[in-house]
Every structure is written in C-alpha cells, then in structure tokens.
C-alpha cells in the first residue's frame, strides 16, 4: 500500500528541493563536463551572485504554505504518495489551468510597470542558472546545461510543443518578447510568441555540443591547497567560492568525501578546468592540478606531479593558447626548477610557459618604503630571494640575509651548542636594528621574536606566516588586482578578496596582454623586474596596498 503524505513531512520535501536546485547548479558550474554545452558564453560575475544570494527564498515560503494547508486541510493527510487518477488529474490541470496562466501572467510581468518593479531582477542575471528563477513558478531547469538529444526531437515533432529546452528559455532572455511558456512551448504558439529561432539553435547548440570550444588565451595552472579549500570550488558551492576562502563549520562533515575524492584524482584525473573570465576579448581559464599541497612534499608524488603539468602545457600548445602561467608550486624550484625541465623537455612549444616571479618580486619590492636603508631578508636562496636581494643591492639598500637551514642549525646544535649560541646572539644583534623583513621561509612564532616592536613583516612564503606578533604589523601575498573591464569573474582566489589575484597570476596576465615572445622559466631577470611592474601599471592592474 502507498505509504500516505504524512510520511513525508514537509520539511523533507523542502530539503528535497533545496538539493535539487543545487545539484543542478553545481552541473552547470562543473566546466570540465560542460564547457561545451554553455548556452551563454559568459561567466557568472560576483554582481549577478549576490542579486541571487537569497535564491532559496521561496523553498521556505513553499514550506511554510504547505505547512498552512495541511494545518487548515488535515484531510491531506490520508492522501497516498502515489495515485494513478491523481496524477492524471494533475497532468490535465497543469495543462488547462497552470500552462495558460503562466503564460499569461508571464507575459503580463513583461508590461512597463510591473517589470521595472519586479520582473527585470530575474533578468538582470546574464547567464540563467538554477538559482535564477524568482517566484511560485520556480522549477527545475537545468538553463545552462543540458539538452533534449537531438534525434528525440527529429523522430517525433511534436515533443517541440510539449516540452521546452534551456536553449528555448535562453531565448527569451535574449528576446524578451518571445518564449513565455512554463513547459510547454504549445502556448507561445497559440500566442504568436514562439521564437522561431528556437529549434535551430537548439539543433545547432547540440550539434556543437560534441565539438572543442574556443580555445583560451591565457592559461593560470592552480592546484589544490589542503582538503577544506577545495569546498570552495564554484562547482561545489556557488556563494562560498565568491568570498575569500576561510574554514566554514557547515562544510566540515563533507571533508570525509573530499578525502575519497582526492584519492580518486591522485589515482585517475588530468588537469582540468575550474573557472574562466575574460578580459579585453580574451578568454581567460583557470585550470587545475589536481594535486594538494601536501603531496608536493612527497619525494614519490614529484614525477606524476610533473607528468600533469607536462600534459596541461602539451594540452595547451595544443589548443592554440598563448600563455600558461604555473602557480605556486607548479613551479618549484626542486620539482621542475621553475618550469625549466618543460620547456627544455619540449623545446618547439608555441605556448610560452610563465612562472610569473618577476611580476612577483616587483610587487614585494614596490611594498617596501622608498626610504628603507637596511632590511632583513629569509629564504635568500630561493629564485624570489635571490632577485629580491640583487635589487635592493643595486638600490644601495643594504640586506641582512639568514640562510642557514634548519638541518644544519640542527646539526651546529648538537655538535657546537657554543658556537650555535654565538650564532643566534650575533643574527639578533642585527634582527633588533631591522624594522623591515622580508619573509621568503617560513619562520616559527619562536623567530617571529626576533624581531623589534614596529617590524612590518613583508613576505612570499606559502603558507603566510602565523600573525602572532600584536606589536607588529604583517602583509599579505604579492597579489595584484585584475582591470576594472574584467568580465564574468565570480570566484575568489583562494583567501584573495573578490577581483584580486596572486602576483604570478597576474604576471601571467601580463605576459598575455603585452604579447611577449619570451618564455619566463628559471632564474628571475632582475633587469625586467622595473619592466614588469611598469607594464602590469599600464595595463590597469593595481598592487593590493593601494587599494586598501
């Protein structure tokens, strides 16, 4: 027997829905399937997220009406889940009453008042999605994604009548004077608002669905942080991804299954791609590594970490793009000596491989006051160490650098604590005089007190370095906000507020929006540092401190 309504409560039915519509916008974001299935070629940008922030709205108040009814009708309560003359009364009402009356209502909301009033904010959204209907009428429809197969269509005419495809719905945003029908496209016909246009580009949508997009100009090759950032992919949690990353509680119960999903990516999965925006024309994606930073600390992890950059830069020269900049550590030193190992592996690529340190340095050493005399500098061996000191060298600034590893400190401790005591009394005879540090190794909070009262501590060490100091001030990565023209950018840069980028990121950019011929791999260029910066200015990208 049919198990009766009250066996479903309401608020089950609700959650039902909530992960409905959810699901479906995660599809749509999911770019590695879809790419090629997007209707409109745009991105959601963070204006149209938070228009759509309280989406879900509506599943409340259907709640609370159903909640109403079933307190006013108790008799609904002995209704089956189930019933074949229920649902066959459905079928003929939704046909003869809700079909026509949407239709009606719809295009009633398309008259002066009530749509400057109301209905514009359902089209102010320039890409549909799930989240973007508005009112009672919401339902399920996948606008981005998805289409009936084409052959459905071709076998058997009539279903162009019964049932509409997103391309039919994207129409009507584009054409708002056409398509008004809730599922049935019947209605428009017999209304005379059927855009004619609908079918083929329905046809012609499909038909492209199985063909390569446009291939991207720039190419910004991420990978994964630790298990909780990766909750904030776009695909995953649309709001989320628009905020700069931090723990959120409410997502902790999924790490279990981002564990299992990491797994799974180790074992099978290439590069793939997360996010686009475009700038001045050009197209511009972020691809994913899909590796943690962890497992780049794992000497049997570094020859299949290299195997998926190789692949997404071979894959890149392949379609035609012209920059592939390598994030943090897609270009360590120790794991491809900055990209190096690629472009001397493949000598004839088109594309030209960009760590982005120059734009990076430049960045760092345009933070630093224009007065500073002495500064202390860590992690002086590494490529942005070494670069950083050779400028301010030239600039007559002179550099206190500590480089003596942990294991060798270890080691002078245990064989010579005299001489390690000499050692320690003799660095912080200079780390006091210093107000300026420049961090490129990580230091403890144990060396963090080293340092006077008044220290601002400048740095490019991944992760940042713990603010324990309340005496001292701490800056944030080099990072660089994009031009105000970018177009459908909606997520944020790990914890990087809304539009800003790290510094490698945008020398990527750079690189892109100059047409340099030049791979950046290696060693820092001192002499373009000065070059770099001047051409990130001119670009209309701004250093993060002088927006603040």
Known sequence: MAAPLYAWPWEFLGVTRLATYQAWTSYSNMLFFTRNRVIVKKGVDFKQIDKEWHWDNFILLQGLVAFSV???????ETLPLWNKKGITAAIVLHVAISEPLFYS????????????????????????QAFTGEN??????????GNLPLSDIQCHPFLRYILYTPTYHSLHHAEMGTNYCLFMPLFDALGNTLNMKSWEMHKKNWLDSG????????????????????????????SAASLPYYTRIYLLPFLPATFV???LMWAKTKAFLNSFYNLRGRLHQTWVVPRFGFQYFLPFAAKGINKSIEEAILRANRLGVKVISLAALNKNEALNGGGTLFVNKHP????????????????????????????????????????????????????LMLTLSTERFRKIQTEAPADCQKYLVQVTKYQQRKTTWIVG??????????????????????????????DCTYG????????????????????????VVHACHAGGVVHALEGWSHHEVGAIDVDRIDLVWKAALKHGLEPVSSIR
């Open 70 to 76: 079933l307190y006013m009708f108790p008799t609904f």
């Open 105 to 128: 209502i719809h295009k009633f909301f398309h008259g002066n008042y009530l749509f400057t009033h109301y209905h514009s904010l359902h089209h102010s959204s320039a890409v549909p």
């Open 136 to 145: 009672l009428a919401k339902f399920l429809r996948p606008f981005q994604c």
């Open 211 to 238: 063909k390569d997009g446009r291939a991207p100009d720039f190419v910004f090759l991420a990978h994964g942080v630790d298990l909780s950032s990766a909750l904030h992919a776009p695909f995953l949690n649309r």
């Open 261 to 263: 999903a990491m797994l």
């Open 348 to 399: 004839n690529l088109k594309v030209r491989v960009v760590h982005g340190n120059t734009l990076t340095a430049a960045v760092i050493l345009n933070d630093i006051p224009k007065d500073v005399s002495e500064v202390f500098l860590t992690g002086a061996t590494s490529k942005l160490g070494r670069a950083i000191a050779l400028y301010l060298c030239r600039k007559n600034v002179r550099v």
């Open 441 to 470: 190794k990580w230091i403890t909070p144990r060396e963090q007190n080293f340092a006077p009262a008044g220290t601002h501590f400048h740095q490019f060490v991944v992760p940042p370095i713990l603010q324990f100091r309340r």
């Open 476 to 499: 944030d990565l080099a990072a660089m906000k994009l031009p105000e023209d970018v177009e459908g950018l909606g997520c944020c840069e790990y914890t990087m507020e809304r539009g």
